[in-house]
Structures are given as structure tokens and as C-alpha cells.
């Protein structure tokens, strides 16, 4: 899709006309191609251990024990914990329902 053109041109319209609607072309594909750079480049947020124990709905003390045993993906600055959507997503998926004790994440 990014070799068509954006704007099509016809044989019929003059040279002049045809230039512009390449040139026209050529700033719109560059600013595609722009856009497309800064959402690939755009870091995703990080959710805090509160946020992702509201989410899985248990206490955050129960999270930060799981974090400490490293039995969940996380990624750490210094002490502080951080969670992609990936690693949400894996804390999910390993996570399972064991009687009425509540989800436990394996």
C-alpha cells in the first residue's frame, strides 16, 4: 500500500498538474511513513503494582509478594515495579482459580 500512489493522476492533465500531484503524493507518503515511525517509537505506559492489583482484583500486598518471589513478569527501576500490557497479559494468563482462595499466579 505504501508504493500506490495517494493522490491518482490521469495522462490527460497537463504536465504542470501532474508534477504537483507527484509532489503532492511524495508529502503524503512521507508523512504516513512519519506517522507510522512515531507510533512504533511512542513507549508504551506502565501500570503501577495498585493499578494491575485493581485490575486482577487482589490486595497489593498479595501482588508485591508474588513480585518478590518472582513468580510474575515486571519490569523494576531501582525499587519501584512496573507492568507492561505484556506483562499484564502474562500475569492473566498464568493466573487460574484454586477453590475460595482466589485467583493464584503460577
Same mark, same amino acid.
Given at each position: 500500500?505504501?508504493? /500506490? =500512489? #495517494?493522490?491518482?493522476? &490521469? ?13 503532492? @503524493? ?17 513507549? /508504551? =505506559? #506502565?501500570?503501577?503494582? &495498585? ?13 508485591? @509478594? ?23 497479559? &502474562? ?16
Amino acid at each position: 500500500m505504501a508504493d /500506490e =500512489p #495517494l493522490l491518482k493522476t &490521469e495522462s490527460t492533465e497537463p504536465p504542470a498538474l501532474s508534477q504537483i500531484a507527484q509532489h503532492l @503524493n511524495s508529502i503524503l507518503n512521507q508523512l504516513a511513513q512519519a506517522s507510522t515511525k512515531t507510533q512504533k517509537d511512542t513507549p /508504551e =505506559p #506502565l501500570m503501577t503494582p &495498585e493499578q494491575v492489583a485493581e485490575l486482577v482484583q487482589i490486595p497489593v500486598r498479595t501482588l508485591k @509478594n508474588q513480585l518478590a518471589a518472582g513468580a510474575i513478569p515486571h519490569r523494576r527501576f531501582g525499587k519501584h515495579y512496573r507492568f507492561s500490557a505484556e506483562d499484564y497479559k &502474562e500475569i492473566v494468563r498464568r493466573s487460574r482459580h484454586v477453590g475460595s482462595r482466589g485467583p493464584t499466579i503460577r
